[in-house]
């Protein structure tokens, strides 16, 4: 059976180009770059939904920086958070007296990144900053602080570059609306 259903949601809309994309990617680096000048931060990436995004931002950010990536869902398959975070995959390496910067997709109601930041933080970094592509502010259930913010978006659902919706469209190169067909 095909996974394209009659009335099954598909990406609409185009909400952030490529070109929007890149030149935005292009310009948080550069600020990342400047505050971290001479020290070897370690960008950790948020999958899945944050791999696109991490590949272009190290790019981006001129500095020396080692990288890992940390495994949450808090998801299921549909379009609505549980508010439940599950740990999938753990970091590789110790962050113990790193200063280490979250990359992650987007910031919804929260639940996610608090949750990443509170155990983050237990780990002892010598500090921590977050790195967040999309905002959708108007949706959040608890307070967490982001350093660094790509767009903020309304409170639609969004798919493409590295956001999925039933694992499908991460990789469009643009970010779209789900729609109805
Ligand atoms: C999405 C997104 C964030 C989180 C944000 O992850 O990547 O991690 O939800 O939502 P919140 O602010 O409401 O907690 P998802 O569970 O869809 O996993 P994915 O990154 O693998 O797509």
Same mark, same amino acid.
């Given at each position: ?18 070109? $929007?994309?890149?030149?935005?990617? /292009? ?6 770059? *400047?505050?971290? #000048?001479? !020290?070897? &931060? ?61 990359? $992650?997709?987007?910031?919804?109601? /929260? ?6 930041? *509170?155990?983050? #933080?237990? !780990?002892? &970094? ?56």
């Amino acid at each position: 059976m095909s996974r394209h259903a009659d009335g099954a949601p598909r990406p609409g809309r185009v909400l952030i180009t490529q070109d $929007e994309l890149r030149a935005r990617v /292009g310009a948080l680096g550069q600020t990342i770059a *400047r505050d971290y #000048e001479k !020290r070897s &931060p370690i960008f950790v990436g948020v999958l899945q939904g944050a791999f696109l995004f991490m590949a272009d931002l190290i790019r981006a950010t001129p500095i020396d920086l080692t990288t890992d990536f940390i495994g949450l869902s808090s998801y299921g398959s549909g379009t609505a958070s549980s508010g439940v975070v599950r740990l999938v995959s753990d970091l590789s390496l110790p962050i113990d007296g790193r200063d280490v910067v979250i990359v $992650e997709d987007i910031v919804d109601t /929260g639940h996610t990144l608090a949750y990443l930041k *509170r155990s983050l #933080e237990a !780990r002892r &970094p010598k500090s921590l900053k977050v790195c967040v592509l999309l905002d959708k502010i108007e949706r959040r259930e608890t307070e967490v602080d982001v350093d660094y913010i790509g767009f903020t978006v309304p409170n639609v659902y969004v798919v493409g570059y590295g956001f999925d919706y039933g694992g499908l469209y991460r990789n469009l190169p643009h970010v779209a609306a789900l729609e109805r067909s």
